[in-house]
T-cell receptor, first 112, second 114 residues
Framework: GQNIDQPTEMTATEGAIVQINCTYQ??????LFWYQQHAGEAPTFLSY????GLEEKGRFSSFLSRSKGYSYLLLKELQMKDSASYLC?????????????FGGGTRVLVKP | EAQVTQNPRYLITVTGKKLTVTCSQN?????MSWYRQDPGLGLRQIYY???????DKGDVPEGYKVSRKEKRNFPLILESPSPNQTSLYFC?????????????FGNGTRLTVT
């Protein structure tokens, strides 16, 4: 089975940096995904990591350590529109139908 | 525009009244799936399909049915809805071509069963 943990909620100030941690346990690993989800809307894909290290995409970066079962999503220069939930998801090795298993999501509130 | 289209967006029904939520994708994806999202529980997979006429149970399949008669469509059927099926439902599709293919989600269907 798989188990994915991430904090429930975080608050940060506009212009600041926030780091959202995700720890996972899986019997076989084939990649970790981060999604952004605004309230009542569909999750949208942010990033994918399968090798250790940092992947940078503009203001957003994602880091993976496979040996520690750990990832984080770093949001820089926070904007009000970044207020959303951020979902960590893991793809197991040979996942049928490319299934993703999701954590509960971290709700980020950006304050002025 | 590449997209997954779900209908309806909102649905209120009563216990026991059969309903269908439709899902269609225009990306020629082989894999499609249904998830439900509940507070504190995250997204949980209900059913998935790897190709036409090939479907299988996910993690929470009880009370649901699906069919895949055409590649683009993957409806979710609740034969006898109950209040514990009140939830936000998402259809998703992805390509089988690569292990790094993300899921593409529809806009969601908020179902309330009274």
């Amino acid at each position: 089975g798989q188990n994915i943990d991430q904090p429930t909620e975080m608050t940060a100030t506009e212009g600041a940096i926030v780091q959202i941690n995700c720890t996972y346990q899986t019997s076989g690993f084939n990649g970790l995904f981060w999604y952004q989800q605004h309230a009542g809307e569909a999750p949208t894909f942010l990033s994918y990591n399968v090798l250790d290290g940092l992947e940078e995409k503009g203001r957003f970066s994602s880091f993976l350590s496979r040996s520690k079962g750990y990832s984080y999503l770093l949001l820089k220069e926070l904007q009000m529109k970044d207020s959303a939930s951020y979902l960590c998801a893991v793809r197991a090795l040979k996942a049928a139908g490319n299934k993703l298993t999701f954590g509960g999501g971290t709700r980020v509130l950006v304050k002025p | 525009e590449a997209q997954v289209t779900q209908n309806p967006r909102y649905l209120i029904t009563v216990t026991g009244k059969k309903l269908t939520v439709t899902c269609s994708q225009n990306m020629n994806h082989e894999y499609m799936s249904w998830y439900r999202q509940d507070p504190g529980l995250g997204l949980r997979q209900i059913y998935y399909s790897m190709n036409v006429e090939v479907t299988d149970k996910g993690d929470v399949p009880e009370g649901y049915k699906v069919s895949r008669k055409e590649k683009r469509n993957f409806p979710l059927i609740l034969e006898s809805p109950s209040p514990n099926q009140t939830s936000l439902y998402f259809c998703a599709s992805t390509s089988r071509s690569s292990y790094n293919s993300p899921l593409h989600f529809g806009n969601g269907t908020r179902l309330t069963v009274t």
